[in-house]
């Protein structure tokens, strides 16, 4: 399971059923659950750890020391769930003591080709990024977000679940979920409703969302009286997390 020409630290901890590569280097303080496939040419680097059936491509990086000129060698982490995909040439950094100490990664998720996860981001579940997505350190998203390529978000944002960028946005403020965004720089145009109807929301919940959206976008109203006219109006959990995902903005949201 593990190729001759491979290079596997004697303090790696691999389950028994996963395959490595040739050529890749796993290094000390390493840990990758069962039934997981490390590729050709992948570089691995602890403190790790990677949860079961994991798939990592040729060439990628995971786990390396951030680029934070503040870095000093700290044994900071990295953690991903089960099920991740990471495409070939894809990097993934550990996080700094100066924020989490950890970059910390849900489940489910797809890191298409030579994507970036910078130090101390936050990645939910079942996330999609497309080809040469970039996430600056501190980054947020939430669950099921989807990045189209090229896509680059700015440190400390948030990007909320189900919400989606198209290809080549540059995203320097915060993203509320459910939204769908495009631009240089990034401008929200519209509630994702084909995303939304995918994953099984109901009809009322996308309805009640729509006037969320309107109320927030398309009346004129501050942030704060368009949070308070929608908690007024609504009690679903999908507006409540609509209002949540602006509520926890720290650097103005997207209009």
Do not use: W
């Not at 990645?123 to 099921?144: E, M, S």
């Amino acid at each position: 399971m593990i190729h001759s020409t491979a290079i596997v630290d004697p303090g790696a901890r691999l389950a028994e059923n996963v395959e490595v590569g040739p050529y890749s280097v796993i290094g000390a303080d390493v840990e990758i659950g069962p039934g997981s496939r490390i590729g050709p040419h992948v570089v691995i680097k602890g403190p790790t750890v990677l949860g079961a059936r994991t798939r990592i491509f040729q060439f990628a990086s995971v786990g390396e020391d951030c680029q934070d000129k503040k870095y000093a060698g700290e044994p900071t982490r990295l953690v991903m769930g089960d099920d991740n995909v990471v495409r070939e040439g894809a990097t993934l950094h550990r996080g700094t003591v100066q924020d989490r100490g950890e970059t910390t990664i849900g489940s489910r998720n797809l890191f298409m080709a030579y994507v970036h996860v910078g130090h101390d981001c936050v990645i939910g579940n079942d996330c999609i990024l497309a080809n040469q997505v970039t996430l600056a350190g501190h980054v947020t998203l939430g669950d099921f977000a989807i990045l189209g390529g090229l896509s680059a978000i700015h440190q400390f944002c948030y990007f909320g679940a189900h919400a989606m960028a198209g290809g080549g946005s540059i995203i320097t403020k915060d993203t509320p979920a459910f939204v769908m965004i495009n631009g240089n720089p990034a401008r929200v145009h519209g509630l994702n409703s084909v995303g939304l109807k995918r994953r099984g929301f109901s009809p009322e919940a996308i309805k009640a969302l729509n006037e969320c959206y309107r109320l927030v976008y398309r009346q004129q109203l501050t942030v704060a009286q368009a949070l308070e006219e929608i908690r007024s109006r609504f009690t679903l959990p999908e507006t409540e997390a609509f209002a949540a995902s602006i509520d926890v903005s720290t650097r103005g949201i997207i209009r």
